[in-house]
């Protein structure tokens, strides 16, 4: 019913066309310097549909990227089997809830620290099974769609993620979830962890690795637990990352995060598939309503120090407001108070950061 | 009616595809040297739409800009309240009857040369009011899209502009209009001013003021006048630009233009919410009619000298001639001879232009 | 009937959007060094449509490259001459079978070697002819999109081709061309030759001229032959380049290749206004049919060394499976031997290639 949708009279074929635009404004304070600015986080533009009853296709393409970079979802899939998605071309691996879960839906206008070790989109192939209660994928990958190998190799990896809920109904989830995430990083033999503040428009990281070089792989997991009760919705996340270098010390970086929102206004937030989705307020702006309104908190830390690696560990706490004036409508603002980083660069120091966000998204 | 349009069955959505290719060719001649040459000026595609009754949408991109420079409209609006609009993301500040005119609609292939001054697009917050007599819009912005503050704080704005229209009838009309312009750098601390012999394709600009360093704001204030009586349409524009350094003497550079046009076969230009639109011709090649011809005439020019800042004057005359063979369609012809470049790199340069556009646009 | 078409009431507007998604993945075994890896090799978006009944206009991108190079077909065309297309804006060269068969149709996932001489895209103005036994085009070209002229003349081109089909029916097919294109270099006064090993993805050239100094222009000569007699086609090509230099002597560099392909399940390859289209499987999956199946096998060889110009000659043996489960998709494997490598940077070189690609296209 939203955006673009045709279909041809005997259904082979039907294409859908939507888009997303972020709007975002921060201002920051304490150290490190980060200056206060706009920027469209996203502006996003896609095609997707069935061709042939058991076919599905994508392109979605953000234009706040430059070239190949800019390609999100672009994907072939296959849905012929009962109970099995088929898909090969460039999506996002399977793990973290967090990533999973939509930039659109997320109860805060950027994930948690923890997203440093986001394994992100690659191009490859994947098997997913989805049920009610259980969901389970796996897939290879190769490289990310900018990665140019040469002469030298292009990184690949592996990845696996299930799902768990023995409670979910509306507004009545329980969600538990284990990801595992393995990647070589081919030519290039090196690996970098960073984090900004919870803010993207600086673009200035609080903890950050540089580049580690002789690293062979590394490899991640990640273990989620979440719940809906009603208005009422909490998840929490903890992602550890081992490095294997060639020489000198293996090291291993974590994080963790944990989050409470409640809507003011009775809403649920919606669970499907082993991720969140969108919210449908009660009633509209426009319609006669209010829309949706969401109070929303997290605590995230990060911590990116080990032997003579000193990338730093933050940690720090996020109070949200969103308002859902509409299904397709989002207004966020966000305190971000970066409690301590310790080690780094910017050891000692304590930035805040105040955003806000327009969104259109369907 | 034209392009992609599709609206739910209750009306609650509603969504355009549409999209804009200009084809130049340019021919130069004189000083400075100016390669001749060929260019995509313009190729842009948007989505846009209403939601929920009162909520409006648009996303548009121009392909031949690379990265999120491309990004042009790209925001929410609101438009629950009575004759108001409250519009968040990127868009036009509001400043200068030429740069409000689309591109698809000005009279000639480029702005007339105080287009140096012009606003341009800013991410932001603006309201605004339209009636058939006047308008008045005022907005609050931050810097460009592609503007990357880092640890530097980027630039931001603020902007008004009201335009009145005693006359207002269809084929007959008198227009007044104001704009003021504020600007901070921000971390940049720095302006600069320049502009092509309204040519495009060879890139060269024939006054510039290279980078100014030490300034701290500037602000701009434009007068406009501008009538259509019948077939017959004209319209001035004056603008100066006051630069307040830290160092150094305050600048004050400015320009402006005056154009006319008459269609040889008798259609009007449009007039709507203090710009002009496009042009219906009376009839379409391709349903036994001719288009619309239009003959247009414009002097401008531009003074960018000022202290120590040799930034060059020039004036030019541009002779133009449209065809519209439909609504959706025009190609034009420009002479653009430069009458004197005074100062500046190109000093005692008179070049001169023939250049040649076929342009779809809906 | 596939992608979204949208035409008005009246039919004085029609409009088209369509995509294309290609995803690879290569091995690559001997000498030169090219990284294993993937792709996403096309990303591609489209509008189309026709205006006013004689009227069309086309603007397509591509994701995968960065700025005004990823733009593709931009153009405007007249079609209300009889037999007769009038077209301004950027689009192909006319010139070459296999560059004009688009990238979705073509038997293998990459051109045979002589698609180093491939004319490309450029703005310009075409007219062309079409009937079912012969078609013939000529354009007048500047340079393309990406050119930025700057102080010196862009280059420019002209080109022409006529097919002649003396046999044209469903199945049955005699197909003879011959392509003219002449390029003037302009300002960069240069030109490069270069060739990969009929895989994209590492990028590596294994023949390359280099740049090549003091080339005022360089014309191009294309001889086509192809048939198809049922299930079975067969193509070939030979093209020469002549080069004309300022100071030195001038240089000829040439390639041909031959292929033929074979569907397994009965179809046959479309055949239309001088190039070659899609396939329609006789029973496509997921509506009980298994799609169409098809072996095909190319020679192609290139020459670049001539005078003190030692780019290298190479010639590859390609095999080719290719499955579309249905219109609109394919999934294609191919194994490239480069036979050899004679001159040049690579010289006694004999690298193979394994690549597979599975592709959605409207």
Avoid at 84 to 104: I, R, V, W
């Amino acid at each position: 019913d939203k955006g673009i949708n045709i279909k041809t009279r005997d259904e082979k074929f039907t294409s859908k066309i939507g888009g997303r635009v972020q709007a975002d404004a921060a201002a920051y304070g304490g150290e490190p310097d980060m200056g206060d600015g706009t920027e469209i986080r996203r502006a996003r533009l896609y095609i997707q549909g069935t061709m042939y009853h058991d076919w599905g296709y994508k392109l979605q393409y953000d234009f706040v990227d430059t070239g190949s970079a800019g390609i999100k979802d672009a994907y072939l899939s296959y849905t012929g089997f009962d109970n099995l998605e088929l898909k090969a071309g460039n999506f996002k691996d399977p793990f973290s809830l967090q990533e999973q879960t939509s930039s659109k839906f997320i109860s805060f206008m950027e994930r948690g620290l923890p997203s440093a070790f986001a394994a992100g989109r690659h191009i490859g192939v994947m098997a997913s099974t989805r049920h009610q209660h259980w969901t389970l994928a796996g897939g290879l990958f190769g490289d990310t769609v900018s990665a140019k190998g040469g002469a030298e190799d292009e990184g690949w990896g592996a990845g696996t993620r299930a799902t768990w809920a023995p409670v979910n109904n509306q507004a009545d989830v329980i969600h538990l979830g284990l990801g595992l995430n393995y990647r070589e990083t081919g030519g290039t033999n090196a690996a970098r962890f960073k984090q900004q503040a919870e803010s993207h428009i600086s673009g200035i990281n609080i903890v950050d690795t540089a580049t580690i070089a002789a690293v062979n792989d590394f490899y991640k997991v990640g273990a989620e637990i979440a719940t809906v009760q009603g208005p009422f919705s909490a998840q929490a996340e903890y992602i550890t990352t081992s490095v294997n270098r060639d020489s000198g010390n293996d090291l291993d970086f974590d994080g963790w995060y944990a989050q409470a929102g409640y809507f003011l206004t009775g809403e649920s937030r919606q669970y499907k598939n082993g991720k969140f989705g969108g919210i449908t307020p009660k009633g509209n702006v426009g319609d006669g309503g209010i829309g949706a309104w969401e109070l929303a908190l997290r605590y995230s830390t990060i911590d990116l120090n080990d032997a003579e690696i000193e990338g730093g560990e933050a940690d720090s706490v996020t109070l949200g407001v969103n308002w859902y004036p509409a299904p397709t409508l989002r207004f966020s603002a966000n305190y971000v108070d970066v409690l301590d980083v310790d080690g780094g660069t910017n050891d000692g120091d304590e930035p805040s950061v105040f955003q806000v966000r327009s969104q259109w998204a369907f």
